[in-house]
């Protein structure tokens, strides 16, 4: 069901929603340029139009001076975008941020682009085997294996211990959602990047009435079969370079998992009604502030 949903979706998506194309070699957008210049300029090619249709005295005089006039304010965007950088520079700002500054201004291109991983003084130039580089780097930074030996064995004793939890699904959470968590869900979403789905939650938030309960249907027979779907275990994982760290080493990258929408979604139905419950009968410790509404790492700072 979610497979099939999804495809209907994606293909009455590509039949009525229409998509720009971008050039490669369109310039980057310049820190000077705002709504000031880019009315200017769009005076002046209609000037400079109506010109071409109807070169006339009267005409050649409006389009020098809508020409002049953008030329004037492009000039005075430049020297305002400038003296405002200037003013925010300080004896800490490192040069690295005034040359970029430039480049901006300049409307020069970034070359920040990954072209290169180095590994035990080797490089590695070919991109699968970067990504293959990257992925083992993560899961080894990411597994348990550097934990402290006391912890891994505490970790391993706990887990050995069985878990006392009998229920008869008869519970207020067990219950099949209703339309409106899943309407308050969506409303609770933030517009991010899509998964291996392509579906994005602009998608999701503008379905009409029908459509949403087709989706709490598909929602519901999953929460009570307990079959997870295979595609929601995929993800998409975007290494990010760490701030001031060599970029040609693996171990500075931190990973983001884009997922599925969907998933996303029932999960939010999911945790809503989890906290709820813990929230309600007061079954989370008072130190606990992570992820819980109203809380902060203020609060462990105070006390």
């Avoid at 980057?28 to 109506?50: H, L, Y």
């Avoid at 939650?201 to 027979?221: A, G, M, Q, R």
């Avoid at 295979?230 to 990258?253: L, Q």
Wanted: charged share 25%; hydrophobic share 35%.
């Amino acid at each position: 069901p979610v497979a099939q949903f999804t495809d209907t979706l994606i293909e009455i998506a590509n039949q009525t929603i229409p998509k720009s194309h971008t050039s490669k070699n369109k310039l980057p957008k310049v820190p000077w340029f705002n709504d000031a210049c880019k009315q200017a300029i769009k005076e002046r090619k209609k000037a400079q139009r109506k010109l071409f249709r109807n070169p006339t005295a009267e005409n050649v005089l409006a389009f020098k001076q809508l020409k002049a006039k953008a030329r004037y304010i492009i000039k005075t965007q430049k020297k305002t975008s400038w003296q405002s950088f200037c003013s925010s520079l300080t004896s800490k700002t490192k040069p690295k941020t005034v040359w970029k500054a430039i480049r901006k201004i300049k409307g020069k291109k970034s070359t920040s682009s990954l072209g290169h991983l180095k590994v035990n003084g080797k490089l590695l130039t070919d991109k699968k085997q970067i990504a293959n580089l990257l992925a083992s780097t993560i899961s080894k930074n990411s597994s348990s294996q550097h934990y402290s030996p006391k912890f891994q064995a505490i970790k391993k004793q706990h887990e050995k211990k069985p878990v006392k939890f009998t229920s008869d699904n008869t519970e207020d959470y067990n219950q099949p959602f209703s339309l409106l968590e899943l309407k308050q869900a969506l409303q609770k979403s933030n517009d991010s990047a899509v998964g291996p789905d392509d579906i994005h939650y602009k998608l999701l938030t503008n379905l009409p009435e029908s459509s949403l309960t087709l989706l709490l249907t598909v929602f519901n027979s999953i929460w009570e079969s307990g079959i997870f779907p295979p595609s929601w275990r995929e993800a998409t994982i975007v290494a990010i370079p760490k701030p001031g760290k060599d970029s040609s080493d693996p171990n500075n990258y931190r990973p983001i998992a884009l997922t599925s929408c969907l998933c996303k979604t029932m999960e939010r139905m999911v945790n809503n009604r989890l906290m709820w419950v813990l929230e309600s009968k007061g079954l989370l410790a008072s130190e606990q502030c992570g992820f819980r509404k109203n809380r902060s790492t203020a609060d462990h700072l105070v006390r």
